[in-house]
């Protein structure tokens, strides 16, 4: 199976900062990576896929980049409704995995 | 819109199955696939399956292989999930998830919880 190791577990923001978590694959995985945020007894909701592109709806706040396999979700000027849960996705190969969260709190 | 819904909360003894129910509106069923993805309390998000378009193969996580039977109803635009031989370790939030993406995972199910003890 292919590993997503994400960091930090947990980071604590001011409104208005620039916060950026990270994700690490254990092999290439090419784009093959998405982005979710999840809020508390809600189910995830997809932020951006294929690395760097925003999905549909989603403030151009929250950006994604790669740099071999190593993948970062930055959210520029963090707001009060981006308290949340934030995982990755590979889909590389089988089976998906998920890198183990990021809980993002103010 | 897109919606799926999903079956109600389920208690079970160790050792027992359960089948949650997911169904589909909004979309293109048939040509959509569905995965399911289950989180433990507290924790991280597992992927379990996938049921492929048009009545094609499902794959499974090494994990639930032999444990997981996933089922497609098209005629009902409805997706069940099996699990058996459940332990405590089960006891999650399971979620049903459609997308016409592929591995993308677009829209999500409200999520079931299971709950397992003697």
């Known amino acids: 199976d292919i590993q997503m190791t994400q960091s930090p577990s947990s980071l604590s923001a001011s409104v208005g900062d620039r916060v950026t978590i990270t994700c690490q694959a254990s092999q290439d995985i090419s784009n093959f990576l998405n982005w979710y945020q999840q809020k508390p007894g809600k189910a995830p909701k997809l932020l951006i896929y294929?690395?760097?592109i925003l999905d549909t709806g989603i403030p151009s706040r929250f950006s994604g980049t790669r740099s071999g396999t190593h993948f970062t979700l930055t959210i520029n000027t963090l707001q009060p409704e981006d308290i949340a849960q934030y995982y990755c996705q590979q889909y590389q190969n089988f089976p998906l995995t998920f890198g183990g969260g990021t809980k993002v709190e103010i | 819109q897109v919606q799926l819904v999903q079956s109600g909360a389920e208690v079970k003894k160790p050792g027992a199955s359960v089948k949650i129910s997911c169904k589909a509106s909004g979309f293109n069923f048939v040509t959509s696939y569905i995965h399911w993805v289950r989180q433990a309390p507290g924790q991280g998000l597992e992927w379990m399956g996938i049921?492929?378009?048009?009545?094609?193969?499902?794959n499974y996580a090494p994990k639930f292989q032999g444990r997981a039977t996933v089922t497609r109803d098209t005629s009902a635009t409805t997706v069940y999930m099996q699990l058996t031989s459940l332990t405590s370790d089960d006891a999650a939030v399971y979620y049903c998830v459609a997308t016409a993406r592929g591995y993308i995972l677009d829209y999500w199910g409200q999520g079931t919880q299971v709950f397992v003890s003697s």
């Open positions: 049921s492929n378009p048009s009545g094609g193969s499902i």
């Open positions: 294929d690395a760097s």
